[in-house]
């Protein structure tokens, strides 16, 4: 850790390479954090069960489960701690199913150090804001959408925000999450509420407001 810095908690990285968890290390110790490294996702897991770190960054491709498997175990989006999974340019796909199944985004390598530290610096303040104040994603929480299929916590989130006006860099923003994967949860979400574009899915869930307040 860099002379003078404050330790801002724990991230677990789990990577295969050495040099990747090498690079990690660095770029993350000076920033701050503590960082513990693991090769394979068995070794995570026993950990991660009884400890909470401020941050996971989980590699798609290790070996034994895959990165998918592991993200499944810990429950995704109901583990304590925001997940990244770390993709190459070909693990696009996989890296988005990853989201739906839970993960807050993915990183593509190659990755420069300044832009990781710059993306979790802001997911890890953006997940302490939403654990403080969930009023908005329990709005939309208590909606009901009939027949339809229902949103997972984080495609409430990204619904609250896409009613409110944000755009998907505003949304982003807010959430900690790349405007990219902003636009995956809301195809997503127009997907499961049957909505054909932007205007129709104001008006599902504005139905589903006056339905709630009746």
């Known amino acids: 850790m860099a002379e003078g810095t404050t330790p801002r908690g724990e991230i677990f990285v789990v990577d295969d390479d050495p040099a990747v968890r090498d690079t990690l290390s660095m770029v993350l110790a000076t920033a701050g954090y503590h960082v513990i490294c693991f090769a394979e996702g068995a070794a995570l897991l026993s950990v991660a069960r009884t400890r909470i770190p401020a941050c996971i960054l989980l590699d798609v491709h290790i070996p034994g489960k895959s990165g998918l498997d592991i993200l499944k175990e810990l429950r995704g989006e109901d583990y304590p701690a925001p997940i990244f999974m770390i993709s190459g340019q070909g693990d696009i796909a996989m890296a988005v199913s990853a989201i739906k199944h839970g993960a807050l985004d993915f990183i593509e390598k190659p990755f420069r150090g300044s ?77 499961k509420l049957g909505a054909r ?18």
């Open 115 to 191: 832009e990781i530290v710059a993306r979790l610096n802001e997911a890890i303040a953006a997940y302490v804001r939403r654990q403080a104040d969930s009023a908005a994603a329990a709005r939309i929480a208590t909606m009901s959408f009939p027949g339809r299929e229902p949103l997972t916590r984080r495609e409430r989130e990204v619904l609250e925000q896409f009613t409110a006006g944000a755009s998907n860099k505003e949304a982003g923003r807010h959430l900690g999450i790349s405007p990219r994967t902003i636009e995956d949860h809301r195809a997503n979400i127009m997907k």
């Open 197 to 214: 574009n932007a205007a129709d899915l104001v008006r599902i869930v504005m139905t589903a407001q006056q339905q709630r307040s009746a």
